[in-house]
């Protein structure tokens, strides 16, 4: 009867030594450096406004992004840097009615953008909950049926804008150098507005533009831990 109290005693003793070693090795998995791909799709949900006309203007598509980072756990608090480049397709064109605007189209042409998010989470065994704040700048081309505004108006054509993102995410350790992710990131902010362009000279007499974006990502990414 003792030396069966033994074996059991040995085998609960060996569990729970593997689960620690393996609960540590997830540990290991979230510190340090890693790289990764992420896509989804993405929300545009921008307003634009001439002169009181308002254009709630909803689109739909798709993004990508590419990251490096590092993060340092301190017991199960995760805090950490990532750098990234993302990408998003072009919405479609937002039209206008002539007869009040003066054009029919506007379209907004962004290049990738470059950014650096803060990350702050809490690591449960292989998961990982985490926040993210972050800044971007991205190139961006107004058009008016397809001319740059900056023809349209008195000032020129702003190039490059930030924009402040930010995000939650779970994380999930699959091996010890392999993780996959879900993230949700929202951008909004005022972009571009009369100080950038000045009046927009169109037959309907526009004197003010204003451009509000509001950007929503929902991507899932594949990680790989250095």
Not at 141 to 162: A, M, N
Request: glycine share 12%; charged share 20%; proline share 4%.
């Amino acid at each position: 009867m003792l030396k069966n109290q033994y074996k059991w005693v040995l085998l609960v003793t060996v569990l729970l030594s593997l689960e620690v070693k393996a609960q540590s090795d997830f540990s290991d998995t979230f510190s340090g450096a890693y790289l990764g791909v992420e896509i989804g799709p993405v929300s545009y949900n921008t307003q634009i406004t001439f002169d009181g006309v308002d254009d709630p203007a909803g689109r739909g598509g798709f993004g990508y992004s590419a990251f490096f980072g590092y993060s340092k756990l301190f017991n199960k608090l995760l805090v950490g840097g990532e750098c990234h480049i993302t990408g998003e397709k072009e919405p479609d064109p937002y039209t206008f009615d002539p007869a009040v605007t003066g054009f029919s189209d506007l379209e907004l042409k962004r290049s990738a953008s470059l950014g650096f998010d803060l990350r702050g989470g809490y690591l449960h065994k292989r998961l990982l909950l985490y926040g993210s704040l972050g800044y971007a700048r991205h190139k961006q081309t107004v058009l008016i049926d397809g001319v740059p505004l900056d023809q349209f108006s008195g000032g020129s054509d702003p190039e490059r804008f930030g924009r402040i993102l930010l995000g939650l995410g779970l994380e999930i350790a699959v091996t010890q150098r392999l993780s996959i992710r879900g993230s949700f990131k929202h951008m909004r902010g005022h972009d571009l507005d009369r100080t950038d362009f000045g009046s927009v000279a169109t037959s309907a007499g526009l004197q003010r533009l204003d451009v509000e974006p509001n950007l929503l990502q929902i991507f899932t990414g594949v990680i790989f831990h250095i």
